[in-house]
Every structure is written in structure tokens, then in C-alpha cells.
């Protein structure tokens, strides 16, 4: 219910910390993007949201009651969501097994990694770039793929590729359409949400129906 509450009400946290802690706001929103994308356990942080909501408070309309700056926040938002992903990478390469093994995050079950072990024999290497715009799967995917040792040199090209085009378009998203939204700010977060799991929803759809006719086959 925090999680939920903090990502319909974004906006008023932000402010808040642009209120309380000034620059340091740079910092505490860098630290979410990182941690929803480099720990594995973190996968409900909200990134897409967290970045649209940042974004409309580099606008003019902020100039006056606290203000950040567009190309700050473009340029650490990539850098957290890179460095973040190449984190769970090598957590999942060097302690994978250990903690899947260990049952100690309940999140790592088996039917979630079922999910992102499907998605990314599906996908192949472009997993690691589709995942960016799917939650939780971003989260899960570099730590399967890490764990399955996948080349480092293949999973950064896909990695970068992904961060410097999931930001961008939540960036801009929030830049140029945030301030239209006024009142309406916790639906539109609803929206973001929901867009986000479409394509979690197509996809198991795609399996049910394959297992479907794999019986009838």
C-alpha cells in the first residue's frame, strides 16, 4: 500500500524533497532508478513513473517553487539505469545460484524466474533491451541473464541501448506532457502503470495460447 500510495503521489513527494533537501534530490532519485534496477529485490520501485513525474519539474512551470534541470536529470537517469543493470548482471553471475539456492527473497520464486527464463529464450539478447519497458521483468532479467552467464560485452550494447531509450521516452513523456495533466496526476500515473504491464499481458497470453495448442496438437 506505500508503494502504491508513493507512486500515485509522486509528484507531492518530489516536491517534497525538492523542498527539504534541495540538490540532493538529484541523489535520492538517482538512488531509486539504481536500486529498482540493480537489486533484485527492489523490483516495485517505480522507475517509468519516478522519471515522467522528475521530468515535469524541469519545466518553467517550477521555475519559481523548485526547480530541476532537464539535462540533469537525463543524463543521471541513464547513468543509474545502466550502471544499475550491469550491478544485477554481475550479482546474478557471481551469487546467483547461491541466492535462488538460499529462498531467502521470496521474490525470486520459481514461477517469476519460469517467467523471465521464457522471456528471455524467446527474446534472446534483445531480453535485456524489451525488458526496460516491462516492471519487474527489468528487474528479474539481468539477474537471470548474469546467472547465465551470458557474454559482458553482448548484455552492455543491449544495456545501454535500453537505459538511453527507456529514459528518453519517459523524460520527454513527462517534459512535454506532465504539466497538461493538472489534477489528474494520479491517473495518469494509473495509465503509465497500466501501459507498462501490456506487454507482460500479451506475453503470457502468447503462452497460454501456445500451450493450447500444443494439447490440441
Not at 523471465?116 to 534483445?126: D, L, P, Q, R, V
Not at 533491451?129 to 551470458?150: C, K, S
Not at 545501454?160 to 513527462?174: A, E, H, K, M
Amino acid at each position: 500500500m506505500i508503494v502504491i500510495h508513493f507512486i500515485l503521489h509522486i509528484n507531492e513527494y518530489i516536491a517534497s524533497f525538492i523542498d527539504s533537501y534541495g540538490a540532493l534530490t538529484y541523489l535520492i532519485l538517482f538512488l531509486v532508478i539504481f536500486c529498482e534496477t540493480g537489486l533484485v529485490f527492489l523490483p516495485f520501485l517505480p522507475g517509468d513513473s519516478l522519471i515522467f513525474a522528475a521530468a515535469t519539474f524541469s519545466t518553467a512551470a517550477y521555475a519559481s517553487t523548485g526547480h530541476l534541470n532537464y539535462w540533469w536529470l537525463y543524463g543521471m537517469f541513464i547513468v543509474a539505469a545502466v550502471v544499475g543493470d550491469n550491478v544485477n548482471y554481475l550479482i546474478g553471475r557471481e551469487l546467483g545460484e547461491r541466492i535462488v539456492k538460499s529462498q531467502k527473497i521470496k521474490f525470486l520464486n520459481e514461477k517469476n524466474l519460469n517467467k523471465a527464463y521464457t522471456f528471455i529464450e524467446k527474446h534472446g539478447s534483445k531480453a535485456v533491451f524489451l525488458a526496460r519497458f516491462m516492471p519487474i521483468i527489468r528487474t528479474i532479467v539481468p539477474f537471470v541473464i548474469g546467472a547465465g552467464e551470458m557474454n559482458w560485452k553482448k548484455f552492455t550494447v543491449y544495456n545501454l541501448v535500453g537505459g538511453v531509450v527507456w529514459v528518453t521516452l519517459f523524460i520527454n513523456l513527462g517534459y512535454f506532457f506532465g504539466n497538461m495533466v493538472g489534477d489528474h496526476f494520479s491517473l495518469v500515473m494509473l495509465g503509465i502503470i497500466f501501459l507498462s504491464l501490456i506487454p507482460i499481458v500479451i506475453e503470457v497470453i502468447g503462452n497460454i495460447v501456445k500451450k493450447m495448442r500444443k494439447v490440441r496438437g
